[in-house]
């Protein structure tokens, strides 16, 4: 497999006036665009987008899986937000698994039937119609883009080829099969094959006609739970039926005058608000952007923030979470010094600390309307399993859960799992008299590379004055915990100096660099948009406060940003 991506190329951001929309593929950004045109706000652009990516990139996103909304009102400066995760079948117990012969030192194959969740996707994107849309064009007419891309057909791009044969050969390397619908002769496409999904497109055109019931009751409903029960999964009927979005309550922190905003458990948005809050006790800009130093705070931060996620984060109707006790912690240099936190990470599966298989996306409208949103099947094609005649795959979210009896992520039956997929949202600080006013719509998706690429290039923007195209550009470090090895090791993007690799091994840290090509996947793909330029110290922001919208779309991806 080729595994050359050189990044030998340089963008502006894109900036504009009216719209903007950010996502991981040109198509897709111009599906939302043109909902934008037609008079739909952010949230119809944003469901159009979701839509047209589980089209153009089935290894990463789709209607069998997960997704979570935010969504600021232009007019009232309300921030709401909804949880699109779907929780296990009622029948998966721990007892059943253990049953079957599993256990937290030998669980289940992360590719397993019994892996597959309720999908929670189709019905968050038919409540973020319903709680944030225009209401000037149907839900039919925001699929429209969607369907015309599965019928006609469409070119795979570079980065989407090469995801859609690895996770193939993944599957196939598990002893799995993915299922037909999303092959050509038995084959994944190649990088500018045209692809078709006559399934797909069906399958769309009958949720555009009957919201919900068209997909968690009926056919698409009886063909999920036929394939899964043939592989030995758990799943029923009424998993499906009785699936429902639910309000989401964002949580957020205060960092220098501005405030992040983050979806709240079951999603592990704490651990970006945590890393920030951690952060905010050093001087980071005279430190020095990617210095030893910079990296060197940055990865014991990681290690804190993440343990304590993992320790707390699971669903809320089984665990009482302490948000607001855990967000009010400041930590010192000291503590994160001398803090060991091997032990508390030893229940994070090898599933979890692997992957780029999500998309994140972003839309900006006229009205000053924000959608943050972020889709995914977890790993690539989630277990490969594709129901009869419905054109997408089915997730395996399930493989998060944990087995340890006394996680609060074990698993359970009706229960969501700790969840990697996080969008965010910026404004300022404003005081209980005043409407918050927006900064900026962001994300960074990939696994637990998440609430790291959040905060990588939120301080991009805050602390080094970078526009949101080079923030996405700027070579990034992942942290994660090597179960091989039981220890912490950081993962070093090409760009970053040979120089800062060396004193990072002096301070002990495993480091692993450069990353290059392909494997740049584990860093993430991030979309920005901007109400105005303040993160540039030098502009005169009352000129043109929030007029001019700003935005970047991350390198690593196919994508694009574009604007009107």
């Known amino acids: 497999m080729d595994t050359d991506l050189s990044f030998s190329s340089r963008r502006s951001p894109v900036v504009c006036l009216h719209g903007c929309v950010a996502s991981s593929q040109p198509l897709a950004s111009a599906v939302g665009l043109d909902v934008l045109k037609r008079g739909g706000n952010a949230a119809d652009a944003a469901v159009a987008i979701a839509a047209a990516l589980a089209v153009t990139e089935p290894c990463s996103t789709g209607l069998g899986g997960d997704a979570f909304c935010l969504f600021f009102n232009g007019n009232t400066g309300e921030i709401r937000g909804i949880n699109g995760s779907g929780r296990s079948p009622k029948g998966l117990t721990l007892e059943l698994l253990i049953g079957r012969k599993y256990s937290a030192e030998a669980p289940l194959p992360v590719f397993d039937a019994l892996n597959v969740t309720v999908p929670g996707a189709p019905a968050c994107w038919c409540d973020t119609i319903k709680m944030f849309g225009s209401h000037k064009l149907t839900f039919q007419e925001v699929l429209n883009g969607a369907v015309e891309l599965a019928e006609v057909g469409f070119p795979v791009t570079e980065v989407t080829a090469h995801a859609w044969t690895h996770w193939v050969a993944e599957l196939r390397e598990a002893g799995k099969e993915l299922g037909g ?24 055109k009958e949720l555009g006609e009957r919201g919900k019931s068209a997909f968690y009751q009926g056919r698409v409903a009886q063909a999920i739970i036929d394939i899964i029960i043939q592989h030995g999964g758990v799943m029923t009927l009424d998993d499906l039926s009785s699936h429902d979005s639910e309000v989401d309550t964002p949580i957020s922190t205060k960092y220098k005058g501005v405030r992040l905003w983050e979806s709240s458990p079951n999603s592990q948005g704490l651990a970006a608000l945590l890393l920030l809050n951690i952060m905010e006790n050093f ?35 089984y665990v009482t979470i302490p948000l607001q006790s855990l967000l009010e912690k400041k930590f010192s240099s000291q503590r994160a010094q001398l803090i060991n936190m091997d032990r508390a990470m030893q229940d994070v599966k090898p599933a979890l600390m692997t992957g780029n298989d999500t998309v994140y996306f972003c839309v900006v409208d006229s009205q000053r309307n924000a959608c943050s949103f972020i889709n995914s099947t977890y790993m690539g094609f989630g277990t490969g399993l594709v129901p009869k005649d419905c054109g997408f795959s089915l997730q395996n979210r399930g493989a998060n859960f944990s087995l340890h009896h006394n996680s609060v992520n074990c698993v359970a039956g009706g229960k969501r799992p ?46 080094f004055g970078m526009n949101p195209q080079q923030a996405l550009d700027a070579p990034r470090i992942y942290v994660e915990y090597d ?81 009107f």
Not at 489 to 518: C, D, F, M, Q, Y
Request: aromatic share 6%; charged share 20%.
């Open 181 to 204: 619908d999303l092959l050509i002769d038995g084959h994944p496409p190649k990088h500018g094959q045209v692809f078709r999904n006559p399934a797909l497109a069906q399958t769309l």
């Open 283 to 317: 001087p980071l800009k005279a430190l020095g952007h990617n210095s030893a130093d910079y990296i060197h705070i940055l990865v014991e931060a990681v290690r804190l923030a993440l343990t304590d996620a993992k320790t707390y984060v699971g669903d809320p109707d």
């Open 418 to 463: 700790y969840h990697t997929i996080i969008p965010a949202l910026l404004t300022d600080c404003a005081t209980e008299s005043q409407q918050p006013q927006l900064l900026a719509s962001l994300g960074v998706m990939g696994a637990l590379m998440q609430p790291q690429g959040h905060i990588q290039v939120l301080l991009n923007m805050l602390e």
């Open 483 to 563: 179960l091989k090895e039981d220890k912490w090791s950081v993962n070093l993007e090409e760009g970053i100096g040979e120089e800062v690799a060396a004193a990072l091994r002096r301070r002990g840290h495993k480091v692993n660099w450069p990353v290059t090509g392909h494997k740049r996947s584990q860093f993430g793909r991030g979309q920005i948009i901007t109400l105005g330029d303040w993160w540039d110290p030098s502009a005169n922001h009352s000129d043109h406060p929030t007029r001019v919208l700003w935005a970047g779309s991350d390198p690593r991806s196919d994508g694009c940003a574009m604007g």
